[in-house]
Nanobody, 117 residues
Framework: QVQVVESGGGLVQPGGSLRLSCVVYGNIFRIEDMGWYSQVPGKQRETVATITSGGSTNYADSVKDRFTISRDNAKNTVYLQMNRLKSEDTAVYYC???????????WGQGTQVTVSS
């Protein structure tokens, strides 16, 4: 059984920073892609940033130069460093991990990020 657990969300003022963490527990063999996705009520989930097992990254245009995704393969963990946060970054952030053997996608329950003064 695989479990994906996010942490690090919270309330922050505009211009502030947060660091999200996501740990994958269980027998997933090896993780290929990992990523962070955001969702606000009434809208579809959107890609924020992704990273492959080899370290290649991809970012949404809205977060380039502000957010940084990284991962620790030995710990099955992915991080999202969020700097210069804006009110429009407010959303629930979800972590996804993809098994390299089965290509099954595993999602976490999400962590709320609220940017407000």
């Amino acid at each position: 059984q695989v479990q994906v657990v996010e942490s690090g969300g919270g309330l922050v003022q505009p211009g502030g920073s947060l660091r999200l963490s996501c740990v994958v527990y269980g027998n997933i063999f090896r993780i290929e892609d990992m990523g962070w996705y955001s969702q606000v009520p009434g809208k579809q989930r959107e890609t924020v940033a992704t990273i492959t097992s080899g370290g290649s990254t991809n970012y949404a245009d809205s977060v380039k130069d502000r957010f940084t995704i990284s991962r620790d393969n030995a710990k099955n963990t992915v991080y999202l460093q969020m700097n210069r946060l804006k009110s429009e970054d407010t959303a629930v952030y979800y972590c996804k991990a993809v098994s390299s053997r089965t290509w099954i996608e595993y999602w976490g329950q999400g962590t709320q990020v609220t940017v407000s003064s």
